[in-house]
């Protein structure tokens, strides 16, 4: 069975970064395409990036362009997220998500999170 | 970038009464949208997809439709196991997520 399992998260003060990592288990992982989303405390879901199965293409979220970078290595069945000048709006539980498709589609399967806290 | 309205933000509701969700796209998205569930301290799931494809496994009392820029989910006959978040995602030019439906149990 599909299983994706996040690490990563943590305190980090403002401007900090940090990287996130999506483990990835029960299907071919260099097959599909992933993303993160991510959920303020008490928030709704906000998506935040995809990359391609093969890392070719990868799409981003206006508020985190320029500062995160999604990135895989399939060898090691793993997702990862690269988080720079971090802010407070940036904390959050992470999700890594399983796609279906080669462009971004829909969130098939979940991950339980992670979270990320950036305050000082 | 599109902007996906969700409406109510929430309600109660009693067991077995029907319950419709609205989701409005800022621009036409055809039927790229999906539905989600989220239960409290769980990650989301996909219940449909394209607007109106029952995911496999979720139960028949779950359904969607509509195309464009407006979009309904309904529950048909409201079970407690369904309280939950709902969220619409459209999927028209990578991804965004409507600001969800909170459903209670009256």
């Known amino acids: 069975q599909v299983q994706l399992v996040e690490s990563g998260g943590g305190v980090v003060q403002p401007g900090g970064s940090l990287r996130l990592s999506c483990a990835a288990s029960g299907f071919t992982f260099s097959s599909y395409g992933m993303h993160w989303v991510r959920q303020a405390p008490g928030k709704g879901l906000e998506w935040v990036a995809f990359i391609r199965y093969d890392g070719s293409n990868k799409y981003y979220a206006d508020s985190v362009k320029g500062r995160f970078t999604i990135s895989r290595d399939n060898s090691k069945n793993t997702l990862y997220l690269q988080m720079n000048s971090l802010r407070a709006e940036d904390t959050a539980v992470y999700y890594c998500a399983k796609d279906d498709g080669v462009v971004p589609a829909a969130c098939l399967y979940w991950g339980q999170g992670t979270l990320v806290t950036v305050s000082s | 970038d599109i902007q996906m309205t969700q409406s109510p933000s929430s309600l109660s509701a009693s067991v077995g009464d029907r319950v419709t969700i609205t989701c409005q796209a800022s621009q036409d998205i055809s039927n790229y949208l999906n539905w989600y569930q989220q239960k409290p301290g769980k990650a989301p799931k996909l219940l449909i997809y394209?607007?109106?494809n029952l995911e496999t496994g979720v139960p028949s009392r779950f359904s969607g439709s509509g195309s464009g820029t407006d979009f309904t989910f309904t529950i048909s006959s409201l079970q407690p196991e369904d309280i939950a978040t709902y969220y619409c995602q459209q999927y028209d030019n990578s991804l965004t997520f409507g600001g969800g439906t909170k459903v209670e149990i009256k």
């Open positions: 394209d607007a109106s």
